[in-house]
């Protein structure tokens, strides 16, 4: 059964920062695109940060310069590392996976709060 696991997320003051871990299991994470995804309260889910199966990424325009984006395939976990946060970043983060011809998976989210 594929299950993704999101862990690292609380509080944090602005200019912090927070790393996230997405630990996978049930797929073959080193054919896999994954990426992180977050939502804040009424608010639609965006696409923060991708990662394909060759290591290339790409960044939403609002983290470019601060996320980073990672994987460890024998590890079986991704992670997103998050410097200079905002207030604005605060959100629940989603972990998300796809193997090639299989449905997308969603993790639990991990709630990351950005306050003074």
């Known amino acids: 059964q594929v299950q993704l696991v999101e862990s690292g997320g609380g509080l944090v003051q602005p200019g912090g920062s927070l790393r996230l871990s997405c630990a996978a299991s049930?797929?073959?994470?080193?054919?896999?695109?994954m990426a992180w995804y977050r939502q804040a309260p009424g608010k639609q889910r965006d696409l923060v940060a991708l990662i394909n199966s060759s290591g290339v990424t790409n960044y939403a325009d609002s983290v470019k310069g601060r996320f980073t984006i990672s994987r460890d395939n024998a590890k079986a976990t991704m992670y997103l590392q998050m410097n200079s946060l905002k207030p604005e970043d605060t959100a629940i983060y989603y972990c998300?996976?796809?193997?090639?011809?299989?449905?997308?998976?969603w993790g639990q989210g991990t709630q990351v709060t950005v306050s003074s």
């Open positions: 998300y996976a796809r193997e090639p011809f299989s449905p997308s998976y």
């Open positions: 049930g797929l073959r994470l080193s054919t896999c695109a």
